[in-house]
């Protein structure tokens, strides 16, 4: 449980973060992280549409360089995008200027006033700086679709068991997530509709 719904211990050592946003009504904020990748995104973005949903895009800055047209179709069919650093970076293994220097590298590309850290990792002074210029969205439910050691089922059993009213959920438009991705997303979309959930846009 740990990994997949962090505990209230963790969530403190983050100060000013947002992990989920309490809510009396059903609603979810569904996120993805890693892309835009070729074949992978464009995917996400037909079911999306498919089940008239909207999620936000947390992009790696040169996924975007690379791929620009893909990150103008995430924009064009009304979702939402957050900086996920240049290069996808663990804040604890730089220092803060350089890693400071990283997310505004990836700035240029991706227009955006939200920022989540990759693996949700980063120093206390970094994330002092960092809440003055973004708001920084952790998460609520991570599905671990990327993981090598859960199945498609497993996947989809995580966010059966740990979602909740206001959850942030992780998924990942990534090669190392596809997989698990493709076939655990659809099924969870359908769950969350049908226990009433509404999908949200962070504000």
Request: proline share 7%; aromatic share 14%; net charge positive.
């Amino acid at each position: 449980m740990f990994i997949e719904q962090p505990p209230w211990i963790y969530r403190v050592l983050f100060p000013g973060a947002i992990w989920r946003i309490p809510s009396k009504e059903k609603c979810v904020y569904l996120t993805f992280d890693d892309g835009p990748i070729p074949r992978i995104t464009p995917w996400v973005l037909d079911l999306l549409d498919k089940y008239q949903i909207k999620a936000t895009f947390f992009c790696v800055g040169d996924n975007v360089r690379k791929h620009p047209e893909i990150y103008r179709m995430i924009l064009d069919r009304g979702h939402q995008t957050g900086n996920h650093t240049f290069n996808h970076i663990q804040g604890l293994r730089f220092w803060t200027t350089n890693y400071l220097a990283n997310i505004k590298k990836a700035g240029e590309y991706i227009q955006s006033n939200l920022y989540r850290p990759p693996h949700g990792h980063m120093r206390f002074p970094q994330l002092l700086l960092l809440r003055k210029l973004y708001k920084i969205i952790m998460w609520d439910v991570v599905t671990r679709d990327y993981s090598p050691h859960k199945t498609p089922d497993g996947v989809f059993e995580i966010v059966k068991k740990y979602t909740r009213n206001g959850s942030v959920i992780v998924f990942h438009d990534s090669l190392k997530a596809e997989t698990n991705m493709m076939n655990s997303l659809p099924r969870s979309i359908e769950w969350l509709q049908q226990q009433g959930y509404q999908f949200k846009l962070f504000e």
